[in-house]
């Protein structure tokens, strides 16, 4: 089975700043995609960005961007230019071979003035 | 990206009841998901819906208690039967891939 561990319960950052969510997974498949979602205290679960475990290249949306390490199966999201706006849940996953996601228990991201 | 909307987005039910959630997509989708989320808590998978047959439910969630139904590939629902005060929880509906989901139903029993 796949899981997915985020270690990072709470994290803080100043406007402007930039943070790094922590991910790891455990898998025995080779190919398969990772995901953060963002989820604000309106609770609407919002994709950020995604990587497909084939790419050597790290996925980058704008002010966000991943480093995947496939060998030590990690998946960390920076964030750039941290904004108020960023204040939420984030979750990392792991999409199985059945297209469900696995997700891990989350990081609560707090963006001070 | 799909639009997804789910009914109701919030509701308080007394224990023993049963509740109903729907699904709408605005586009057809092969694969439908429900998941859960517990106050407080990640989300865990509650089965997957696929139109045309019987929704395969994850360990530890039984079709008498969460039974769904997928009539078209446009929607579905959740019931969530003999209510107790431990489902008390967000429901989502999830679509495509990469997933994109529904606003979630907030559900609180008494």
């Known amino acids: 089975a796949q899981t997915v561990t985020q270690s990072q319960p709470e994290m803080s950052v100043q406007e402007a700043e930039t943070v790094t969510l922590s991910c790891t997974y455990d898998t025995s498949e080779s190919n398969y995609y990772l995901f953060w979602y963002k989820q604000p205290p309106s609770r609407q679960m919002i994709l950020v960005i995604r990587?497909?475990?084939?790419?050597?290249q790290n996925a980058t949306e704008n002010r966000f961007s991943v480093n995947f390490q496939k060998a030590a199966k990690s998946f960390s999201l920076k964030i750039s230019d941290s904004q108020l706006g960023d204040t939420a849940m984030y979750f990392c996953a792991f999409m199985t071979s059945g297209y469900a996601l696995n997700f891990g228990k989350g990081t609560s991201l707090l963006v001070t003035p | 990206s799909a639009v997804i909307s789910q009914k109701p987005s919030r509701d308080i039910c007394q224990r023993g009841t049963s509740l109903t959630i729907q699904c709408q997509v605005d586009s057809q989708v092969t694969m439908m998901f429900w998941y859960r989320q517990q106050p407080g808590q990640s989300l865990t998978l509650i089965a997957t819906?696929?139109?045309?047959?019987?929704?395969?439910?994850e360990s530890g969630f039984v079709i008498d208690k969460f039974p769904i139904s997928r009539p078209n590939l446009t929607f579905s629902t959740l019931t969530v039967s003999n209510m107790s005060p431990e489902d008390s929880s967000i429901y989502l509906c999830?679509?495509?891939?990469?997933?994109?989901f529904g606003p979630g139903t907030r559900l609180l029993v008494l």
């Open positions: 999830s679509v495509g891939l990469p997933h994109y």
């Open positions: 819906a696929n139109q045309g047959s019987e929704a395969t439910y």
């Open positions: 990587q497909e475990a084939y790419k050597q």
